[in-house]
Structures are given as structure tokens and as C-alpha cells.
């Protein structure tokens, strides 16, 4: 059987892709697995805010054509990048264990936010990174941050930027991760966006087959803090302007899960925490949105 895969043309997302295909062959030792990468809207536009153009779906906007299409049968994603709402016909139905959920600081000449000399240029792409940022120092700079991870380190090695904020996960998955420039930030000062260090894998609802191989190699842990998380995002159906956050953790039979939303321009933050059961996490995720957006005046 040929199983054909869609991904970003990147090194991290055939990392991500090739982590995949390992699970699959692992259950599946006959299965082909052809890899297809597909360049992204998100990955030719690099000199914009996402939020101008359109989003963090531009990473999947072409991967979900072809999913529709039928000329792929599952996409491959950083479950970060997928918004809450998918196009029809289409969902994630399987994840891989999470890798490291936190957000970096990678600097070659300090070693956190604190140590910033005051108006110094912190290079992110995200608003909910700005948003926390400015919480903790309101005092430095943010500056647009775009490109792969390579791109951006060579970036900060050029010294575009003093400083960036970066997933774990990526640096971890990709060999970047180096203890001497990259510093791993507490979730209590960061709190990470809903599906950090999560692959997760999308496929046509109407793939049964494709469906019951994903079923196999789907972590079961992660899957349920995942849809805790993506429970919130979904509700919200945020925007890629929208500062939001969402994590989830195992705390003995318990799920706690931490939310957080803001405007957009961080002058107000609101957090919501939920103790869960693992039948009802999700509908909790779902009650957190609903009390945000109260204080927020949000429309769902």
C-alpha cells in the first residue's frame, strides 16, 4: 500500500514527516512511504506578520488542497500552526508524543529576558510571545521574526536581533538545541500556544483506511491534552492576531490545564486554570473559552 504524505518543504518538517513514517513502518512494515513536499504560502511570504496575511493556515493552505484533492492522503503538521477550525471534510485524528512544550530563549550573548539591557531587539513572529514578553519587560523591543529555524538563527548570529524567543521542540527535533545560546522558559512565565510540541496528522474524514492506520500510531496521552487545548482554540475560533494560550498536563488521574487570553495589544491578560477528569477536559477547555471571552466581550 502507498500512503502519500504532504509536508512543508522544510528541515524540521521532513524531520517531523520522517518521525511519522517510522510509526507507520513500525506497524505497517509494507506500507510505501512517499513524502510530498509542498512550499506553503506562509513559507513564501517571509517579510510580513502572519496576522496581515492571513494567519498561521498558510502553512497548511496548500497541504489541505491537496488533502482535498486526494493527491495526498495525510498532511503532517506542527499541531501550533493548525487553527481550531478546519476546512470541511478534513481533521486531525492522530498526534506523536509531545516533545518539550516550552518556549526558548536563544541569545549568543545573554541568557534570559531579565539580563536585556533595556530597548533591546527581541525578534519573534508571534503575538502571544510579544504579549508575554512585554508582560515580563515591558521595556524591550519586539521585532518581526520570520523564516525557518536555520534562517532565524543565522539572523541572531548576524545580529539582526540581540535575542528571539523559539519553540524547544523544533530546536530539539531539529539538532539546533545547544545549552550554551538556547534557555528553556518556564511555563509559568511563558505560557505555551495550544499544541506546542505536538505533531499532529491530518487526513480526509471520509479515509477510513488512512483513519484506522493513524489510530495505530496515535499517542493516546498526548491525543487527550491535545483536544483539551484545541477544545479552547476551537471555541474561540481566534484569529492568528488573537494572543492566546493553552496547556494541558497530567497531574495523577487528573488533567490540569492552564488558558490564557489577551488583546492584542497585551494592556489586558486574563488566565483560567481547569482541574479536569480525562472524560470532561475537554468540555472544560471549552467552558475556559467561555468565561475569557465574557471577560473580553469576544463573539464566538
Not at 67 to 93: F, M, N, R, W, Y
Request: neutral net charge; proline residues 3%.
Amino acid at each position: 500500500m502507498q500512503i502519500r504524505i504532504g509536508t512543508r518543504n522544510s528541515k524540521l518538517a521532513l524531520i517531523q514527516t520522517n518521525m511519522v513514517i517510522e510509526k507507520i513502518t513500525k506497524y505497517f512494515p509494507k506500507a510505501e512511504c512517499l513524502v510530498v513536499p509542498i512550499i506553503t504560502t506562509g513559507d513564501k511570504i517571509t517579510d510580513r506578520n502572519l496576522y496581515d496575511i492571513g494567519g498561521k493556515a498558510l502553512f497548511l493552505k496548500e497541504i489541505e488542497e491537496q488533502l482535498s484533492a486526494k493527491t495526498i492522503d495525510i498532511g503532517v503538521h506542527s499541531l501550533k500552526d493548525v487553527p481550531g477550525v478546519l476546512p470541511g471534510g478534513l481533521e486531525i485524528v492522530a498526534v506523536l508524543e509531545r516533545e518539550d512544550p516550552r518556549d526558548c530563549f536563544v541569545s549568543f550573548r545573554y541568557k534570559s529576558l531579565d539580563e536585556l539591557p533595556i530597548g533591546t531587539k527581541v525578534g519573534s513572529s508571534s503575538v502571544r510571545r510579544r504579549v508575554l514578553i512585554n508582560r515580563i519587560r515591558p521595556d524591550l523591543e519586539v521585532v518581526q521574526f520570520r523564516g525557518n529555524i536555520n534562517t532565524r538563527l543565522d539572523k541572531l548570529k548576524g545580529g539582526e536581533v540581540d535575542a528571539a524567543i523559539l519553540a524547544c521542540a523544533g530546536l530539539r527535533r531539529g539538532g539546533w538545541f545547544d545549552s550554551s545560546f538556547c534557555f528553556p522558559i518556564g511555563v509559568e512565565d511563558m505560557l505555551p500556544s495550544a499544541g506546542q510540541g505536538i505533531i499532529g496528522i491530518e487526513i480526509r474524514s471520509d479515509n477510513e483506511e488512512i483513519r484506522s492506520i493513524c489510530a495505530k500510531i496515535n499517542h493516546e496521552s498526548t491525543w487527550r491534552l491535545a483536544r483539551a487545548e484545541r477544545a479552547f482554540l476551537s471555541y474561540l475560533d481566534a484569529s492568528c492576531d488573537t494572543p492566546m494560550s493553552a496547556y494541558a498536563v497530567y497531574q495523577e488521574n487528573q488533567i490540569i490545564a492552564n488558558y490564557m487570553l489577551a488583546n492584542f495589544e497585551g494592556s489586558k491578560i486574563e488566565y483560567c486554570r481547569k482541574i479536569s477528569t480525562i472524560l470532561n477536559a475537554e468540555e472544560d477547555g471549552i467552558e475556559a473559552a467561555k468565561e475569557l471571552q465574557k471577560l473580553f466581550l469576544y463573539k464566538a
